[in-house]
C-alpha cells in the first residue's frame, strides 16, 4: 500500500473558512429551531436590485450566451468594467487591463498566484480577510503581519510598513474600507503609504471591493489613482457582491498591468475558463447603472453600524472604535477573556464566541479568524430589529462575566 499521504501538503495546508464555518453553525442551529441570530455573515440582507435581475433573465434566453465565451471575460463587461473604474476612481484603465473572475475571491487568488513566486513576501495588515493567508500560501508566498489594534482604528503606519519590509519583500496588500475592521485610510494616509511603495519598487495590491460602503466623513481613496508614482505597479481587485448585493452571483475582477492580466488569464481559462454569461450580463446591468441602489443601502448600514457601536460600547469590557467603512464592526473583547460567566472560564476570543452561541444563541466570528485573538467581528448587514435583539442577548449574557 502507498504511503503517501492521501491529501497533498499543499492543499492539507488550507484551513477551513472560519466565518463560513461560524455561518454554517448558525444556520444549521437555527434549522433545528433554535432562534439564532447570527452576525457572521459577510453579505447584504438585501435582494438584488430587479434591473439587474432582469438582465440575467433575458441574457439566460439568449443562445450565444449558452456557449463558451472568452475566458478573460465579455468583451461589452470588460469595457464597462474599464468606464466604471474611471467613473468611480478617476483610474484610466484599457478593457485588456481586466479580468472578469468568479467573484472577487478569484481574482485574490490569481493576483497572487500570478505575481508570487516562492519565497516572495506579503505585507497583510493584521487583522485581515481570512482568504489572503490562504492565497498567498497556495502562491508560495510568504506572508508578513503588520498588527494594528483599537488603538489607530485598525490603521497601519508606513513606520509600521518600514520596519516589517525586507529585501524579500515584494507585494503590498492595501485594502480600505477593510474586513474585518471596517478602517478605512484617509487620502493623506493613502498617499504615504503608496509613495513609500512606490519608493521601495514594491507591487501593491489593492481590494476595493467596498469602495461604495464608507460613511460619516470618511471617503474612499484609491491608492492608484492618488500615488500616480505606483506606475504600473498596482493590481485591482473589487466586484459586484457587496456593492449590489449580489454575492451569489460569482461575478469580481482583477485590474493590472496588461502583462499580468494576460498571465491571469491564461491561469484562468485553465482553471475556470468564462464566468457565467448569464451572471456577466447581470454584472453588466449593475456596474453600467447608477448607484442609487447602494446608496439606499448605504443608509440602511449607516443607521445599523452607528446602532451597534453604541450599545456594543455600553457592554462592560467591549471595545469598539467607529467603523467606517464596509458592514463590520470589530470591537475588543480581551477584558473578558478568562473572566467567568455562567460556570464557564473561557481562555480565548474562540472559546467566548462559542459559549455566546450556546448560551445567548448569538454568531460571532472570533478575531482568531482574522490574525487577531481577543476580538469579534460583527457583520451589521442584518435587519434592525435582529441586530438590537442580537446585541441585547451579547450585552445581558456577558454583563454577566465576573
Ligand atoms: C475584503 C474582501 N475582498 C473580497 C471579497 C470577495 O467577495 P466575492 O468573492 O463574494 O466577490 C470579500 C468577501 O467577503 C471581502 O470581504
Redesign the pocket.
Known sequence: MSTRPRISARISAISESATLAVDAKAKAMKAAGRPVIGFGA?EPDFPTPDYIVEAAVRAAREPRFHKYTPAGGLPELKKAIAEKTRRDSGYAVEPAQVLVTN???QA?YEAFATLLDPGDEVLVVAPY?TTYPEAIKLAGGVQVDVVTDESTGYLASVEQLEAARTERTKVLLF?SPS?PTGAVYSREQTVAIGRWAAEHGLWVVT?E??EHLVYGDAEFTGIATAVPELGDRVVI?N?V?KTYAM?GWRV?WLIGPSDVVKAATNLQSHATSNVSNVAQMAALAAVSGDLSAVAEMRAAFDRRRQTMVRMLNEIPGVLCPEPKGAFYAYPSVKELVGKELRGRRPRSSSELAELILEEAEVAVVPGEAFGTPGYFRLSYALGDSDLVEGVSRLAKLLSEAR
Open positions: 459577510g467573484g472577487g475571491k485574490v480577510w485594502v474586513n481590494d471591493i467596498y481587485l466586484g457582491a454575492t469580481g
